[in-house]
């Protein structure tokens, strides 16, 4: 009997990540592409590509029930990217946001029928099932990298609203009237804790202060969230700042996050999540500064326990099995 297997993808800012998955949620192999193409096309091609090598590499195309995609936008309902901000290839070449028929358009090129939900919701399966989740049916998964994405878990079930959009939580105003977003909206919690707000607190802490650093020694416009995280394994005063700024903003609105559904636990899973040591206790500290007295020191913070972005992959790939 030959061997069932199911296709997860992870659609990131920067790039795309590709797995092929057994019943058991091993992933078998796996791939990444550059998310960062001009247009659709490109994109497509170059997605089709890696799926069909995969695929060739694993196995027969008769041994796969589907393909499971999360996204930024992803729509579970319709199966499209709405207006990601993050895309290029998602907007016209005037910079207006498209809605993109992904699930159909990979349908199309690769015969396997398609599902597509929001990125962070995909990761919430995963974590649900194989990670740092595994048993809870009320929890909030915050995804942390180029921007900010969220799954919302409640009585086991991942919540999309009526129109597929529920959760997004990265897009709540964390400061009235604060920095731009890519969304259009100003003060957006993504705007001040992605990796990328990181660093653009860094450039304004070194603009806006005297306070010696070894970030100075880098050129200021090519600053990231990593040289942050290095500067402060190294002791830096302002890096550990940065962090405690970011740890902060992040606590404040986990303790809003938690009225909304009193969760379990919330699961923190992305590349800045691994600055841990030093975001771990002061957000901790921050959120329960915060939270009404019913919730005080019960909420759990957890930091996935899946590598890269496995959550994502095997979450969405887990969509698939019901194709």
């Not at 490109?42 to 590499?57: G, V």
Request: hydrophobic residues 40%.
């Amino acid at each position: 009997m030959e061997e069932a297997l199911v296709i997860g993808i992870d659609v990131g800012g920067q790039s795309t990540k590709i797995g092929v998955i057994d019943i058991q949620g091993n992933i078998k192999a796996q791939s990444v592409i550059s998310s960062l193409q001009e247009d659709i096309n490109s994109y497509m091609e170059d997605l089709t590509k890696a799926i069909k090598a995969l695929i060739a590499k694993t196995g027969k195309i008769s041994q796969f029930k589907g393909i499971g995609i999360g996204a930024p936008n992803g729509n579970y309902y319709k199966g499209t990217i709405d207006s990601a901000p993050n895309l290029k290839w998602a907007h016209d070449p005037q910079g207006n946001p498209l809605e993109i028929q992904l699930s159909e358009m990979i349908k199309d090129q690769i015969g396997l029928p398609t599902v597509v939900t929001n990125d962070a919701n995909a990761a919430a399966v995963g974590e649900m099932t194989y990670g740092a989740a595994k048993g809870m049916k009320n929890f909030i998964m915050i995804t942390l990298g180029t921007g900010v994405g969220s799954g919302i878990v409640i009585d086991g079930k991942v919540v999309y609203g009526h129109d597929g959009f529920a959760g997004e939580l990265g897009h709540t105003t964390i400061i009235r009237d604060g920095r731009q977003c890519a969304c259009g909206k100003k003060g957006c919690l993504e705007t001040y804790t992605s990796a990328m707000g990181v660093a653009r607190t860094a450039k304004e802490k070194l603009n806006n202060s005297s306070i010696p650093s070894i970030l100075r020694d880098i050129d200021i416009d090519s600053i990231s969230s990593k040289d942050v995280y290095d500067a402060a394994k190294k002791g830096d005063k302002l890096a550990i700042e940065i962090f405690d700024y970011t740890a902060k903003l992040l606590g404040q609105a986990f303790a809003d996050f938690v009225a909304f559904s009193a969760p379990e636990a919330i699961v923190l899973f992305g590349g800045l999540a691994r600055s841990k040591e030093f975001l771990e206790e002061p957000i901790l500290k921050y959120m329960n500064e915060n939270l009404l007295g019913i919730w005080k020191n019960k909420i759990q913070l957890k930091f996935s326990l899946l590598k890269d972005s496995d959550a994502a992959i095997l979450g969405a790939g887990a969509l698939a099995w019901d194709l």
